[in-house]
C-alpha cells in the first residue's frame, strides 16, 4: 500500500459494515461506517482533503434509492463503489451513470469482495470500459422503449385515463356512467377516444397494453 485511502462505508445491514470495515482498516485504510439516521450527514462523512472510496448500498432502508446520492460523493471528491444486492441491470447501469465507478454483489465470496474493494481503494477499474460502455447504452435503449411504449398513454384526457382506469377495475360501462352521473353514451365516447389512441380494438386489449406499460398505479380513479 502506497496510499491510505478514506473509506465510507454506507451500507443498511450493520453487521456486513463493520465486517467490512475491519478489514479494511487491517489492510491500513481510514474507515467510517456512516450514520443513515441523518442523510445530510453521509455527505459529511467525505473529508475533501483525503482520497476517499464510498462503499455504497443502492437500496438504503428507509433512506430509498442511493442512486440519487451518488453525485453529491462525486461533487464532494470520492469515488463511488456500489456493494449492492441488486441483479437489475439497469438499476445497475444508472448508478454508473450517475457517476460510480462500479458496482459488486454483497453475496459475493468475502475474499472476492474484499480484492474489489481494495482494487478500487488502490485506483485500479473494477469494471471493464467496454462493460460500462455496453450497459450505458443499454440503459439509452431501455429508457427509449419505456418512452415509446407511454408515450400513447401521454395522448390520454385526465377524463380517459379515469376512464381505462375504472376499466381496469373490472367495472363496466354503465356502472362507470352511474358512478359518475354520467351517461353511458358519454362513457362510450371516451372509451372510444381511449382505443383510438392506444390504437386498440377492444377494452380489455387497452387495460392489458396500460397495465404492461406500468401507467395505472397513479391514475385517481
Avoid: C
Amino acid at each position: 500500500m502506497t496510499t491510505r485511502t478514506r473509506i465510507v462505508i454506507v451500507e443498511d445491514h450493520r453487521l456486513l459494515a463493520e465486517t467490512v470495515g475491519l478489514a479494511l482498516q487491517v489492510e491500513g485504510h481510514d474507515v467510517v461506517v456512516a450514520d443513515l439516521e441523518n442523510e445530510l450527514s453521509l455527505l459529511g462523512a467525505v473529508a475533501p482533503d483525503e482520497h476517499t472510496l464510498v462503499l455504497l448500498d443502492l437500496d438504503l432502508g428507509p433512506l430509498g434509492d442511493a442512486t440519487r446520492l451518488i453525485p453529491s460523493f462525486v461533487g464532494a471528491g470520492a469515488a463511488v463503489l456500489m456493494v449492492t444486492g441488486v441483479r437489475d441491470q439497469m438499476r445497475l447501469a444508472a448508478t454508473l451513470e450517475a457517476g460510480a465507478i462500479g458496482y459488486l454483489a454483497k453475496d459475493a465470496p468475502f475474499e472476492d469482495l474484499l480484492a474489489t474493494v481494495l482494487r478500487a481503494a488502490s485506483g485500479e477499474a473494477v469494471i471493464e470500459a467496454n462493460t460500462r460502455l455496453e450497459l450505458l447504452a443499454e440503459l439509452r435503449r431501455h429508457r427509449s422503449a419505456e418512452r415509446d411504449r407511454h408515450a400513447p398513454f401521454e395522448a390520454l384526457t385526465t377524463r380517459e385515463r379515469q376512464v381505462l382506469a375504472a376499466l381496469a377495475d373490472g367495472k363496466s360501462v354503465e356502472t362507470i356512467a352511474s358512478e359518475w352521473v354520467v351517461s353511458p353514451a358519454t362513457v362510450r365516447t371516451q372509451v372510444r377516444g381511449i382505443l383510438t389512441k392506444l390504437d386498440v380494438n377492444s377494452q380489455l386489449a387497452a387495460v392489458a397494453k396500460a397495465r404492461a406499460a406500468g401507467v395505472l398505479d397513479d391514475v385517481a380513479h
